[in-house]
């Protein structure tokens, strides 16, 4: 299973490595969009709030600095249409608007915040 994380925390992203040790990890939306420009992926975890832009001047939905960014690029170049989306940000307006962005195009997406994501057993076929 090809698994894509964009995430910034050190601290998730170790939980990350512990589930999904092969997964690729960036932490900008400029990496994610490389990566997923490159190849196709079955299962892409997409955090919303990313630093240090996205802190600074804070806006709930900048897309810039965040992981809206990368669902919209994904949307523009209809790319990854048979990846599992997972949006696991705990910034619930930012949240929903990558949910509704990837739902409206018939992305399989679903948001599972990543503290509901630590409850979580993962098994060899997905999650």
Do not use: C
């Amino acid at each position: 299973m090809k698994v894509l994380v964009l995430e910034d925390s050190e601290e998730r992203i170790t939980w990350f490595r512990s589930k999904f040790p092969s997964a690729e990890i960036v932490n900008t939306a400029d990496e994610a969009i490389r990566l997923l420009s490159e190849a196709p992926y079955d299962v892409i975890f997409l955090d919303h709030d990313l630093a240090p832009l996205h802190y600074e001047g804070y806006n709930p939905i900048n897309d810039e600095s965040s992981g809206r960014k990368v669902t919209r690029w994904i949307i523009a170049t209809d790319t990854q249409k048979s990846a599992r989306f997972v949006v696991h940000s705990l910034n619930a307006p930012g949240a929903a608007a990558m949910v509704e962005t990837l739902h409206l195009s018939g992305r399989r997406v679903e948001w599972v915040p990543f503290t509901v994501l630590l409850q979580l057993e993962f098994g060899p076929l997905g999650i």
